[in-house]
């Protein structure tokens, strides 16, 4: 077959592979049984050893129980369909073999990773994007701090986490809309509104009310107008006055958001839920459903029927049923799924653990499929300075903003030290380490390799050698000319990845693999500047083949680095 020379070179091997499949799966079946029909996915990976070629199979191992075959003989029926598929000129594969216990081992043609580099030069622009098998209408919900005061460095692990999880899934094909939800309709908002009136009038903050410089300069800009209007009011005074300061936090979270780069499409917050009747109508699926039940006047979801360890409350024992913040959350996902989201994604703190199972649960009574609602966990944060922890708490006022942060060390470190780390794993931030200018910074050392490329190509431009980036037959012919020299076929392989960084980045909705990727990347060129003289004008074909290779990996990097929201500077 002739593989989509639009996918990456790991997809058009597995489509390869999997036809090869099923053409030695009829060889293999034994006449007349058709229970052996089975679908199994073929997973493609890179060998830990080069040597062995540049993608490998287990699909034979996979399949040797159920066809009761040895794994190498699988994998040598499918090996030799591989080669008949390797013999066509468009093909990507130059050649197959089958290593022991049953590993099918393909090594791509230096005319497919030259095609790709060319590919690069062409469309820079859409290179490392790619096109998701089943896309989706994903709503990615993150950060969502209460409103009772400035961001702090605690709240940023969920906004790094989030930013660049909605970049790598529009990368990969899915079209994402971003969320912020904030709760205005808890008590805190009451308390923080009774923090305000206390400072404007002198008298003692309340024990559960809030500290810190942030609620004197709120006290202080509060209007006149809004005051007389909120003593007049048919509520307590504190509720309209934390209204007002709640709103004043929220547009100061959004500038401090967007100062990191980190746009929201949607900011709900949680009265409108109340307001629209959403919290209400999700009551109604649940009774419809027969999920609910009265204990001692409250009113009861039977989220035990659905996997959760206790049921629980939705609405309270109180004279007018006021709804819980659980109910808040029903009505929410009824309210998300109803603007035609295919799946929900939510970034919440570790210490949300217990949520997930009862939110779950909701969506499976309402009709939802539980497995559209996905719960990310981000693990906990400990910022150092000088060895020693950080300590912070918002209600006492003892944090570093957010602000503070990005000011010290700039949104580039911050960006790369909270995306370097799966998610669920603790990060301990050396915010001295993120100020360092040196390589022993890893996202300074990415950043130079990028600098050096473009210094480089300066250099060559006012020597009058620039590789014709639109001439594709022309980068075709002087990249199959050096391909077979070891760093350069090293560092046009290490191009050649960044869709499939963004596939499994995507698919495990983990993103430190991109930085690890773009280290990668670096260190592969650095190699190879050291290796190969790049600017040679006594050989200056071979010297517009390197440059365009080198174009093919700043603009590489470029794009890893715009994953991460990370700028890549042309000189430094």
């Not at 020379?5 to 058709?34: C, F, K, M, Y």
């Not at 980190?262 to 009551?283: I, Q």
């Not at 950080?390 to 990005?406: V, Y």
């Not at 949104?411 to 380490?433: K, N, P, T, Y």
Request: aromatic share 8%; glycine share 6%.
């Amino acid at each position: 077959m002739t593989p989509d020379a639009t996918l990456s070179l790991r997809s058009q091997v597995r489509q390869i592979l999997s036809a090869a499949w099923q053409q030695a799966e009829a060889e293999l079946t034994p006449a007349g049984d058709s229970s052996l029909a089975i679908s199994t996915p073929i997973m493609i990976e890179r060998p830990a050893d080069p040597s062995f070629g540049d993608f490998a199979s287990n699909i034979a191992m996979k399949l040797a129980k159920p066809y009761r075959r040895a794994p190498m003989d699988i994998a040598k029926a499918v090996a030799a369909h591989v080669v008949t598929t390797a013999m066509d000129p468009a093909s990507p594969i130059a050649g197959v073999d089958v290593a022991p216990p049953g590993f099918i081992n393909v090594r791509i043609s230096d005319a497919a990773i030259a095609a790709t580099t060319a590919r690069v030069l062409r469309d820079p622009a859409a290179w490392g994007s790619v096109t998701a098998e089943h896309p989706e209408h994903i709503n990615v919900e993150f950060v969502s701090a209460n409103p009772t005061g400035p961001l702090h460095i605690g709240n940023a692990r969920g906004a790094f986490t989030g930013d660049l999880l909605c970049r790598v899934l529009t990368a990969a094909g899915h079209k994402v809309e971003r969320e912020y939800y904030f709760n205005d309709f808890g008590s805190q908002v009451k308390n923080l509104g009774a923090s305000v009136v206390a400072i404007r009038e002198g008298c003692d903050i309340p024990e559960d009310g809030y500290h810190g410089d942030y609620v004197y300069e709120l006290a202080r800009d509060l209007p006149e107008s809004v005051l007389a209007a909120a003593q007049t009011a048919d509520e307590p005074v504190e509720w309209a006055i934390g209204r007002w300061a709640s709103e004043r936090v929220r547009s100061g979270i959004e500038a401090s958001l967007e100062r990191l780069g980190c746009h929201f499409d949607v900011w709900r917050s949680e009265s409108t839920l109340h307001h629209d009747g959403w919290v209400g109508k999700a009551v109604e699926r649940l009774r419809a459903a027969g999920d609910v039940y009265e204990e001692d006047g409250a009113v009861v979801f039977r989220s035990t029927k659905y996997g959760d360890d206790k049921d629980r409350v939705i609405l309270r024992s109180t004279d007018d049923n006021a709804p819980t913040y659980f109910a808040a959350d029903i009505g929410y996902l009824v309210e998300k799924f109803s603007r035609g989201y295919d799946r929900l994604v939510f970034i919440w703190g570790e210490d949300h653990h217990g949520y997930v199972a009862r939110v779950k649960a909701a969506a499976q009574s309402l009709g939802f499929d539980p497995d559209h609602v996905q719960m990310i966990l981000t693990a906990w944060v400990r910022f150092i300075r000088d060895g020693k922890e950080i300590a912070m708490s918002k209600r006492t006022g003892e944090f570093i903003t957010l602000d503070e942060l990005l000011a010290e060390i700039g949104v580039d470190a911050a960006r790369w030290f909270f995306a370097s780390r799966a998610a669920s794993s603790g990060i301990d931030f050396d915010i001295e380490l993120a100020k360092k200018q040196s390589s022993d910074n890893p996202v300074y050392y990415v950043q130079y390799a990028h600098a050096r490329i473009a210094s480089i190509l300066r250099k060559a431009a006012a020597a009058g050698m620039v590789p014709p980036a639109a001439d594709e037959a022309r980068v075709l012919e002087l990249l199959e000319g050096i391909l077979p020299g070891v760093p350069e076929a090293q560092l046009a392989r290490q191009i050649g990845r960044l869709p499939e960084v963004v596939e499994d980045a995507a698919e495990s909705r983990e993103t430190h693999g991109v930085t690890a990727y773009a280290t990668e990347l670096a260190t592969t060129f650095h190699a190879f500047y050291r290796d190969a003289r790049v600017i040679d004008e006594t050989e200056p074909e071979r010297s517009i083949a390197r440059l365009a290779l080198i174009a093919a990996a700043k603009t590489t990097l470029a794009g890893a680095l715009g994953l991460l929201g990370i700028s890549a500077p042309e000189s430094m």
